[in-house]
C-alpha cells in the first residue's frame, strides 16, 4: 500500500477544501446580484467540467512556465497541483452553493430585510444556514473529486513521490509496472473513502424537511 | 383621529404603473382594495423599502423614508432594515431553519437587548398573539393560522412606527379568520399605529377598516370610510369594484337625471358640479327602492324575476323598462309575504331621487369623462 500517495491526496484534497469553500460560498452569493455579466461567469466557472483535463493541464503547464508561489516554484510542485486543484474544483464548489443559495425564496430575504437586519446579518444568520446542505454538498464533491483527479496532476506535477504523486497517479503508476494486486488496493481504498464521504453527506444532509417531518410524526 | 403619521405619495411608470397618494394615522386601520395584479401589493412593498418607484414621497412620523422627483431624481432612499415598519407577508415568510422563538428574536438582533431579554420579549409576544405554547416549533410544524400569529409577532417584536399586512387572511381557513380579524381588533387598540391592510376581499375590508383606498391598475381611484364608498363611490368605476350592484346610466342635466333607455326622469341633488348634458352614471342604495303592488304617479312597472331567500334575507331580482334593466332589491321574508311577491309577479318600483348619487363615467383624472 502506498501510504505516502494516499497522504499526499488527502492533504491535497483538505487544502482544496479549506481554500476553495470560502471562495464558492463567497462567488455563488455574489452570482445572485450579477446583471448581465452572470451568464459570461457562469460559462467561465463551468468550463473545467467540458475541458479535458489533459488541455487544462497544457494550459496551467504552459501559463506556470518559471514562476514560482510564494518562492516555490509550481510546476512539478505541492502548490502547483494545488492550483490546478482549485481551478478544476470550481465548479464542483460553486454549483451546488449557488443552487442553495437560489433556491431561498426572496420573500425570506425580504423579511430579513424589514426585520432589521444588516446584509452581513442575513448572510451569517439566514442565508448561510438555508444554504447549509449545497455547502455541505460541495463540499463532498469536491473532496472526493480531488481524491480521484488524474488528468490535470499529471500534467502539472508529473509523479514525484511525496510531492506531486497522488494515489490515482500511483494506481496508474502500479498498472503501468503490472503491479496489478498494489493498484487493486489502492483503488479499493478510494472506493470506499469516495463511497462513505457520499454517503454521509446524503445520510446526514441530504434530508429534506419534509421528509424528516414524515419520519418524525 | 390620531396626529397624521403616515402620508404616501408614489408614482411610477415601471414595470408596473403605479399613481397613488393616501394619508393613514395613527390608530387609523386604513384597506387598501383592489382586484388582483392592481398594483395593491407594490404599494405595501414600496412603502416597506423594498421597491423604488420613480418619484414619490414616503414620510412617517416626521422622518422622511423615501423622496424622489423628476428633477433631482431621488433624494432620499431609507433600505428596509432602516424604516420602522412591521411587514407581514401573504405567505408568512417565517424562517424555516428557526423555532417560532428564534424567528420573533431575530427583529431584536439589534435592539441592543441581551439574549435572555431578546428571548423574555420574544416570549411575551407569542404569548399575547396566544401562541406562548408553540415557542420551540419549527414553521414546518405549525399550522397555516398559526404561522400566520409567529409572523405578526415578528412583525410587531421592532415596535415598529406602522404595521403592514399584505392579505394577512386569503390563505387561512373560514373559523381561523374570525379569531384572527378578533385579534387584529384588539392590537390595533392597544398599538395605537397606522395599520395598512391590503385585501382584495371587500367585505373584510369593510369589516375592519376605518376608510378604504380603492386601486385599480395602479390608480388610486377613492378613499373614503366603507359606508361612504358604498353609498357615494366617485365613479362608475370605483362603483363596481366595490360590488354595487344597482349601477346605471344617464344624462344629467341641471338636477334631473333621464336614465338611458327610457323615459324615466328623477329630480336629483344638483351640486353644480356636473356640466348640462352629461353623460353620467348612477346608484341608488337599497334603502332609495321600495316596492309597491298598486301603481302610483311615479311608480316603474317592474317584473320579479328571481328571488332568492337567505334566512330572514329576500334577494329580489326586477326587471325593469322592457327587461332593458334588472334591479336588485333586497327586503325581509315578511315584506316579500305581505307584497305577495313570487316570480313573474307584476309589481310598481319607486326610486326616491333623493337617494340616487350620480358620478362621472370616467375617473376624474380621464380626458374623456365629460364627453358623451
Request: aromatic share 8%.
Given at each position: 500500500?502506498?501510504?505516502?500517495a494516499?497522504?499526499?491526496?488527502?492533504?491535497?484534497?483538505?487544502?482544496t477544501?479549506?481554500?476553495i469553500?470560502?471562495?464558492?460560498?463567497w462567488?455563488?452569493?455574489?452570482?445572485?446580484n450579477m446583471?448581465?455579466y452572470?451568464?459570461?461567469?457562469?460559462?467561465?466557472?463551468?468550463?473545467?467540467?467540458?475541458?479535458?483535463?489533459?488541455?487544462?493541464g497544457?494550459y496551467?503547464l504552459?501559463?506556470?512556465?518559471?514562476?514560482?508561489?510564494?518562492?516555490?516554484?509550481?510546476?512539478?510542485?505541492?502548490a502547483?497541483?494545488?492550483?490546478?486543484?482549485?481551478?478544476?474544483?470550481?465548479?464542483?464548489?460553486?454549483?451546488?452553493?449557488?443552487?442553495?443559495?437560489?433556491?431561498?425564496?426572496?420573500e425570506?430575504?425580504?423579511?430579513?430585510?424589514?426585520?432589521?437586519?444588516?446584509?452581513?446579518?442575513?448572510?451569517?444568520?439566514?442565508?448561510?444556514?438555508?444554504?447549509?446542505?449545497?455547502?455541505t454538498?460541495?463540499?463532498?464533491?469536491?473532496?472526493?473529486?480531488?481524491?480521484?483527479?488524474?488528468?490535470?496532476i499529471?500534467?502539472?506535477?508529473?509523479?514525484?513521490?511525496?510531492?506531486?504523486?497522488t494515489?490515482s497517479?500511483?494506481?496508474?503508476?502500479k498498472?503501468?509496472?503490472?503491479d496489478?494486486?498494489?493498484?487493486?488496493?489502492?483503488?479499493?481504498l478510494l472506493?470506499?473513502?469516495s463511497?462513505?464521504?457520499i454517503?454521509?453527506?446524503y445520510?446526514?444532509?441530504?434530508?429534506?424537511?419534509?421528509?424528516?417531518?414524515r419520519?418524525?410524526? | 383621529?390620531?396626529?397624521?403619521?403616515?402620508?404616501v405619495?408614489?408614482?411610477q411608470?415601471?414595470?408596473?404603473?403605479?399613481q397613488?397618494?393616501?394619508?393613514?394615522?395613527?390608530?387609523?386601520?386604513?384597506?387598501?382594495?383592489?382586484?388582483?395584479?392592481?398594483?395593491?401589493?407594490?404599494v405595501?412593498?414600496?412603502?416597506?423599502?423594498?421597491?423604488?418607484?420613480?418619484?414619490?414621497?414616503?414620510?412617517?412620523?416626521d422622518?422622511?423614508?423615501?423622496?424622489?422627483?423628476?428633477?433631482?431624481?431621488?433624494?432620499?432612499?431609507?433600505?428596509?432594515?432602516?424604516?420602522?415598519?412591521?411587514?407581514l407577508?401573504?405567505?408568512?415568510?417565517?424562517?424555516?431553519?428557526?423555532?417560532?422563538?428564534?424567528n420573533?428574536?431575530i427583529?431584536?438582533?439589534?435592539?441592543?437587548?441581551?439574549?435572555?431579554?431578546?428571548?423574555?420579549?420574544?416570549?411575551?409576544?407569542?404569548?399575547?398573539?396566544?401562541?406562548?405554547?408553540?415557542?420551540?416549533?419549527?414553521?414546518?410544524q405549525l399550522?397555516?393560522?398559526?404561522q400566520?400569529?409567529?409572523?405578526?409577532?415578528?412583525?410587531?417584536?421592532?415596535?415598529?412606527k406602522i404595521?403592514?399586512?399584505?392579505?394577512?387572511?386569503?390563505a387561512i381557513?373560514?373559523?381561523t379568520?374570525?379569531?384572527?380579524?378578533?385579534?387584529?381588533?384588539?392590537?390595533?387598540?392597544?398599538l395605537?399605529?397606522?395599520?395598512?391592510?391590503?385585501?382584495?376581499?371587500?367585505?373584510?375590508a369593510?369589516?375592519?377598516a376605518?376608510?378604504i383606498?380603492?386601486?385599480?391598475?395602479?390608480?388610486?381611484l377613492q378613499?373614503?370610510?366603507?359606508?361612504?364608498?358604498?353609498?357615494?363611490?366617485?365613479?362608475?368605476?370605483?362603483?363596481?369594484?366595490?360590488?354595487?350592484?344597482?349601477?346605471?346610466?344617464?344624462?344629467?342635466?341641471?338636477?334631473?337625471?333621464?336614465?338611458?333607455?327610457?323615459?324615466h326622469?328623477?329630480?336629483?341633488?344638483?351640486?353644480?358640479?356636473?356640466?348640462?348634458?352629461?353623460?353620467?352614471?348612477?346608484?341608488?342604495?337599497?334603502?332609495?327602492?321600495?316596492?309597491?303592488?298598486?301603481?302610483?304617479?311615479?311608480?316603474?312597472?317592474?317584473?320579479?324575476?328571481?328571488?332568492?331567500?337567505?334566512?330572514?334575507?329576500?334577494?329580489?331580482?326586477?326587471?325593469?323598462?322592457?327587461e332593458?334593466?334588472?334591479?336588485?332589491?333586497?327586503?325581509?321574508a315578511a315584506?316579500?309575504?305581505?307584497?305577495?311577491?313570487?316570480?313573474?309577479?307584476?309589481s310598481?318600483?319607486?326610486?326616491?331621487?333623493?337617494?340616487?348619487?350620480?358620478?362621472?363615467?370616467?375617473?376624474?383624472?380621464?380626458?374623456?369623462r365629460?364627453?358623451?
Amino acid at each position: 500500500m502506498d501510504i505516502e500517495a494516499l497522504l499526499l491526496s488527502l492533504k491535497l484534497a483538505i487544502w482544496t477544501l479549506v481554500l476553495i469553500l470560502p471562495f464558492g460560498v463567497w462567488v455563488a452569493h455574489s452570482l445572485q446580484n450579477m446583471g448581465k455579466y452572470r451568464s459570461w461567469i457562469e460559462a467561465a466557472l463551468a468550463l473545467p467540467l467540458v475541458l479535458p483535463p489533459t488541455v487544462l493541464g497544457y494550459y496551467l503547464l504552459v501559463g506556470f512556465g518559471g514562476k514560482s508561489f510564494l518562492g516555490i516554484p509550481l510546476v512539478f510542485s505541492f502548490a502547483g497541483i494545488l492550483i490546478a486543484s482549485l481551478i478544476v474544483n470550481l465548479p464542483f464548489a460553486i454549483q451546488p452553493i449557488q443552487r442553495a443559495f437560489e433556491s431561498i425564496n426572496p420573500e425570506i430575504r425580504e423579511a430579513a430585510q424589514v426585520s432589521g437586519l444588516s446584509n452581513w446579518q442575513i448572510f451569517r444568520l439566514i442565508e448561510l444556514p438555508l444554504a447549509w446542505r449545497g455547502i455541505t454538498s460541495a463540499a463532498v464533491l469536491t473532496f472526493a473529486h480531488t481524491l480521484g483527479e488524474f488528468g490535470v496532476i499529471l500534467m502539472v506535477g508529473g509523479a514525484i513521490p511525496g510531492e506531486t504523486k497522488t494515489v490515482s497517479i500511483a494506481i496508474y503508476d502500479k498498472v503501468q509496472s503490472f503491479d496489478t494486486s498494489g493498484a487493486g488496493a489502492l483503488s479499493l481504498l478510494l472506493l470506499a473513502i469516495s463511497l462513505v464521504a457520499i454517503a454521509l453527506s446524503y445520510g446526514i444532509f441530504g434530508r429534506q424537511p419534509s421528509l424528516q417531518k414524515r419520519w418524525d410524526s | 383621529m390620531g396626529f397624521l403619521m403616515l402620508n404616501v405619495k408614489i408614482s411610477q411608470t415601471s414595470p408596473n404603473p403605479i399613481q397613488i397618494s393616501f394619508e393613514c394615522n395613527s390608530g387609523e386601520l386604513h384597506a387598501l382594495v383592489g382586484p388582483s395584479g392592481s398594483g395593491k401589493t407594490t404599494v405595501l412593498r414600496t412603502i416597506a423599502g423594498l421597491n423604488h418607484p420613480q418619484t414619490g414621497f414616503i414620510q412617517c412620523d416626521d422622518e422622511v423614508w423615501f423622496e424622489a422627483n423628476e428633477m433631482r431624481g431621488t433624494i432620499t432612499a431609507l433600505a428596509p432594515a432602516q424604516r420602522s415598519c412591521g411587514f407581514l407577508f401573504q405567505q408568512y415568510a417565517l424562517f424555516p431553519h428557526l423555532t417560532a422563538l428564534e424567528n420573533v428574536c431575530i427583529p431584536l438582533q439589534n435592539s441592543g437587548l441581551m439574549q435572555s431579554d431578546r428571548n423574555t420579549t420574544a416570549m411575551q409576544l407569542l404569548d399575547r398573539m396566544g401562541i406562548g405554547d408553540l415557542s420551540k416549533r419549527m414553521p414546518h410544524q405549525l399550522s397555516g393560522g398559526q404561522q400566520q400569529r409567529v409572523a405578526l409577532a415578528r412583525a410587531l417584536a421592532r415596535s415598529p412606527k406602522i404595521l403592514l399586512l399584505d392579505e394577512p387572511f386569503s390563505a387561512i381557513d373560514a373559523p381561523t379568520r374570525q379569531s384572527l380579524y378578533k385579534t387584529l381588533a384588539d392590537l390595533r387598540k392597544d398599538l395605537n399605529i397606522p395599520i395598512l391592510l391590503v385585501t382584495h376581499d371587500l367585505r373584510e375590508a369593510d369589516l375592519l377598516a376605518d376608510r378604504i383606498t380603492v386601486i385599480d391598475q395602479g390608480v388610486g381611484l377613492q378613499t373614503a370610510p366603507p359606508q361612504v364608498l358604498f353609498q357615494r363611490p366617485r365613479n362608475s368605476r370605483v362603483a363596481e369594484l366595490v360590488g354595487i350592484s344597482n349601477r346605471f346610466e344617464g344624462i344629467f342635466t341641471e338636477g334631473s337625471l333621464t336614465w338611458l333607455g327610457s323615459s324615466h326622469v328623477f329630480q336629483v341633488a344638483d351640486k353644480g358640479k356636473i356640466p348640462p348634458n352629461t353623460s353620467v352614471a348612477w346608484v341608488v342604495p337599497a334603502d332609495g327602492l321600495s316596492l309597491h303592488d298598486q301603481p302610483t304617479s311615479n311608480t316603474i312597472e317592474a317584473l320579479v324575476e328571481k328571488i332568492s331567500t337567505l334566512g330572514q334575507v329576500a334577494v329580489i331580482q326586477l326587471q325593469v323598462n322592457n327587461e332593458a334593466h334588472s334591479i336588485t332589491w333586497e327586503a325581509s321574508a315578511a315584506e316579500v309575504k305581505r307584497l305577495g311577491l313570487e316570480s313573474g309577479k307584476k309589481s310598481y318600483l319607486q326610486i326616491d331621487g333623493s337617494k340616487i348619487h350620480i358620478m362621472p363615467l370616467r375617473p376624474i383624472n380621464d380626458p374623456r369623462r365629460f364627453t358623451s
